[in-house]
């Protein structure tokens, strides 16, 4: 069926370096792929998409770059600051809109 | 705009008791979804509702059922709980298609 991988499930990054979120999906019909970030006892949060015409998109310190022969996209924050620290969550629409969520990532900020 | 709510934000069941958890949205969405998420397992899409008077099953809807009870709410029942359904319940809503989907603050449930 169709499914998302994401890695790593946790990353420690020190304030200031670059964080790198990778995920790969299987359903080539999937042209959405959306970056959400999740806060201790909160929902999750869109922080960044992309659409399968797209090879990158940048919004100020967050990027995201997709490689649609490869089936993987990743989520690129660069000048960490303590605040990044969250879940952050991939996903990838299928054929009815519905999206298919990787696992999550724990991102933690060393001061 | 108070966006996504949902209740109660915590609940404590024993096995075989039910409950609904409610949902509302007053952002004008068509689209309204129930997810679980369990640690290490991201969320899993429970049921969802494209538009008002229509809902689907998702990934995982065995012990659930829903109710769009008008376009602003979307509710979720247990009919009898179970340890398994011990998560963190979220509701979500969309616009319409595809597009950001907008989530609520999350019922934590546990089930003895």
């Known amino acids: 069926g169709e499914n998302v991988e994401q890695h790593p499930s946790t990353l420690s990054v020190q304030e200031g370096d670059s964080a790198v979120i990778k995920c790969t999906y299987s359903?080539?019909?999937?042209?959405?792929f959306p970056w959400y970030k999740q806060e201790l006892g909160k929902g999750p949060q869109l922080i960044i998409d992309i659409r399968s015409n797209v090879g990158e998109k940048k919004d100020q310190r967050i990027a995201v770059t997709l490689n649609k022969t490869a089936k993987h996209f990743s989520l690129h924050i660069t000048e960490t600051q303590p605040e990044d620290s969250a879940v952050y969550f991939c996903a990838a629409s299928n054929s009815n809109y519905q999206l298919i969520w990787g696992a999550g990532t724990k991102l933690i900020i060393k001061p | 705009n108070a966006g996504v709510t949902q209740t109660p934000k915590f609940q404590v069941l024993k096995t075989g008791q039910s409950m609904t958890l409610q949902c509302a949205q007053d952002?004008?969405?068509?689209?309204m979804y129930w997810y679980r998420q369990d640690p290490g397992m991201g969320l899993r899409l429970i049921y969802y509702s494209a538009s008002e008077g229509t809902t689907d099953k998702g990934e995982v809807p065995n012990g659930y059922n829903v109710s769009r009870l008008n376009k602003r709410e979307f509710s979720l029942r247990l009919e009898s709980a179970a340890p398994s359904q011990t998560s963190v319940y979220f509701c979500?809503?969309?616009?319409?298609?595809?597009?950001?989907?907008?989530f609520g603050p999350g019922t934590r449930l546990t089930v003895l």
């Open positions: 952002m004008n969405h068509n689209s």
């Open positions: 979500a809503s969309r616009e319409r298609g595809e597009g950001t989907q907008y």
């Open positions: 359903d080539s019909a999937s042209n959405y």
